[in-house]
Structure formats: structure tokens, C-alpha cells
Nanobody
Framework: QVQLVESGGGLVQPGGSLRLSCVVS????????MTWYRQVPGMQREFVAT???????DVAHSLQGRFTISGDAAKNTVYLQMNSLKPEDTAVYYCHANIWITWSNLKDFWGQGTQVTVSS
């Protein structure tokens, strides 16, 4: 069974850094692209960053310069490096992936979410 397993969230002071990881577990053909979103209670889920299987990346304009997305294709893992964190970055961060289960079967998956809290 394919799952996305996130880790790396936690409590950090303003100005600090965190690195989130998202690992694809289970038998797959290949990963098409992976995306990080975040959500604050009562608000819509917000796009953070995405990376394709060709390592093309895109980061939300408001987060550029502080957040970086990267991937390790051999490990089916994507990372979100978050620097200079602000209290407004507090949210549950979700990993999403479009995955080829077989060469002709593309499905999308969500991780369970990891809490990031930025507070002094």
C-alpha cells in the first residue's frame, strides 16, 4: 500500500529553521511530482512548493527566499527547508504526490500532515 510519511515538524522560535521530509513508501512505478501545502484551522489549504520528477521547482511567491523544496529521487523523498520562520508560518503542513503506481495508473496521495508551530 502506498503511503506518504511526513516528518520534521515541531515548535521553533521566530527566525529559526525546520526541514520537513516526506517519504513515499510502498511499491510504485515512479513519482510524477510532489507538492507541499499548508493549512491553518478555518482557512483553505495553501500551496507552498512543488517539485517535478525532472527537478523543476516552484515556490509560492510570498515564501520565496525563505522556503526551498528539494528531492531525492532515489529515496522517493521530498524536503521542505524553511528558514527565517515567522509566527504566520504556523500551520499543518501536508505532502501531496502524484504517483504512477504502474506505467499506466496515475494516482494522487496525501500525507497525514505535520504540525509546524512558530512561537517564542
Amino acid at each position: 500500500q502506498v503511503q506518504l510519511v511526513e516528518s520534521g515538524g515541531g515548535l521553533v522560535q521566530p527566525g529559526g529553521s525546520l526541514r520537513l521530509s516526506c517519504v513515499v513508501s510502498g511499491s510504485i512505478y515512479s513519482v510524477d511530482f510532489m507538492t507541499w501545502y499548508r493549512q491553518v484551522p478555518g482557512m483553505q489549504r495553501e500551496f507552498v512548493a512543488t517539485i517535478t520528477r525532472h527537478n523543476r521547482t516552484d515556490v509560492a511567491h510570498s515564501l520565496q527566499g525563505r522556503f526551498t523544496i528539494s528531492g531525492d529521487a532515489a529515496k522517493n523523498t521530498v524536503y521542505l527547508q524553511m528558514n527565517s520562520l515567522k509566527p504566520e508560518d504556523t500551520a499543518v503542513y501536508y505532502c501531496h504526490a502524484n504517483i504512477w503506481i504502474t506505467w499506466s495508473n496515475l494516482k494522487d496521495f496525501w500525507g497525514q500532515g505535520t504540525q509546524v508551530t512558530v512561537s517564542s
